[in-house]
């Protein structure tokens, strides 16, 4: 299953090109768990929020294991990842999506994480984790104009 996508294998120069033109961090596992290709924002991300050496961040990282002890030290996100791919894998569900904030020392960040089944049958998954933190605020924003203006609009009608 060399060529494309299919697992065992690292993907061709153009599979990896189509992973690099994606701003989504993407990961890919194969059956076990292991991650067998990353493009370059999944990378860029290690890099910039921590040690690119860490477990599960490049390619040959076990993603599940890491996912395991973390839930293990009571990280219930990790333990919502762990169920949600296990569901996708074993084809119980046919993805997989999470948000979740995944916060730094100087910057409070959300993601949505979707887990999706290839499609060459081979119990792979395709993992991806997309900033979606400026809409996490503004929709935040959204929210306090709309109660603030609910109270006003109460404060009002109680004075007439």
Known sequence: MLGGFGLPGPPHNSCQSVLNSLNAHIAVLDQEGIIVAVNDA????????????????????????????????????????LEGISAVKSGQQPCFSLEYPCHSPDQARWFIMSVTRLSDGSDGVVVSHEDITARRLAVDALRKSHELLEQRVSESTAEL
């Open 42 to 81: 999944w990378r860029r991300f290690a890099v910039d929020n921590g040690d690119p050496s860490a477990p599960a961040v490049g390619v040959g990282a076990d993603y599940l294991g890491a996912c395991r002890q973390a839930a293990a030290e009571g990280d219930e996100v990790a333990d919502q990842v």
